[in-house]
């Protein structure tokens, strides 16, 4: 996120849901702000049938903090590193052995994410421990059959398509990308790992399109799909918080 900048972002997650074998949907809103060049939030909310048939309601709140503690620039390339926190409320019970912070559970996240840019190759690699947070009636009842610890690993790789030349900031910009997400549970041995290729389309330099398809390379978890096709819009609003103090 640049400094003082707002964005929001809408996105959708469709599954072909392994219980119901219906195609079940979530839907998810997010608006992120810009705080300071190496402090950012975002804030969001997601609704979806996922977890209730067959309407869709409302399922959960998140928050997520990110701050950059590193960072090397150079001509065409740059390594950054910075370290999150993230916390999610949802109002659905643990039904499967993924964990995830999405909508599907309550709980709290920490990690790391490291990017390195290399002219029209980006780089980034994110590490994270979450554990959820449920209610004390369903800890007692579940607490031996499902997972509340995982330990989360993700590498991707993206590429500046288009243009091939930059000649104005309100050319087209088409990225394509790759991503490994992997996913072990600390308190039971059960694992996945999954490949997500995308596209990206960036219009006017302030507005992100993305759409990815996402499946399962290998695992023993049981969870609600090893499959999903995720969409995305994000615009991006610049110079909107007022700055208090130089950076």
């Known amino acids: 996120m640049p400094a003082r900048a707002v964005a929001a972002k809408a996105a959708g ?19 992120s702000f810009g705080l300071s060049r190496k402090w950012m939030m975002r804030t969001g909310t997601t609704f979806s049938n996922m977890y209730v048939s ?3 309601r409302w ?8 701050y950059r503690f590193l960072s090397k620039d150079g001509i065409h390339r740059h390594f950054r590193a910075a370290a999150f926190l993230a916390a999610s409320y949802s109002r659905n019970e643990p039904l499967f052995d993924e964990i995830s912070l999405e909508g599907d559970q309550s ?10 840019l290399i002219h029209k190759l980006a780089l980034s690699s994110t590490l994270g421990y979450t554990e959820v ?8 009842q579940h607490a031996s059959m499902h997972p509340y610890r995982s330990f989360g690993y993700s590498l ?28 072990q549970n600390l308190d039971k041995s059960q694992a996945y790992l999954d490949l997500a290729p995308a596209f990206q389309l960036i219009f006017n330099s302030n507005t992100k399109v993305n759409a990815g398809y996402r499946f399962a390379l290998s695992g023993n978890m049981y969870r609600m799909a090893d499959r999903s096709v995720l969409v995305s819009v994000e615009t991006t609003f610049l110079n909107v918080l007022r700055e208090k103090n130089r950076d």
Request: aromatic share 12%; hydrophobic share 35%.
């Open 133 to 140: 947070l449920q209610s004390k009636r369903w800890d007692k």
């Open 107 to 116: 709980g709290v996240q920490a990690g790391l994410v490291f990017t390195q």
């Open 13 to 31: 997650k469709f599954v072909s849901s392994i219980m119901s074998g219906r195609t079940d949907h979530r839907q998810k809103l997010y608006a």
């Open 59 to 66: 399922e959960s709140l998140s928050l997520y903090t990110k």
């Open 156 to 183: 991707s790789a993206g590429y500046l398509l288009l243009p091939v030349r930059y000649r104005s900031y309100r050319q087209t910009n088409l990225n394509l990308y790759v991503e490994m997400l992997g996913v």
């Open 54 to 56: 067959p309407d869709t």
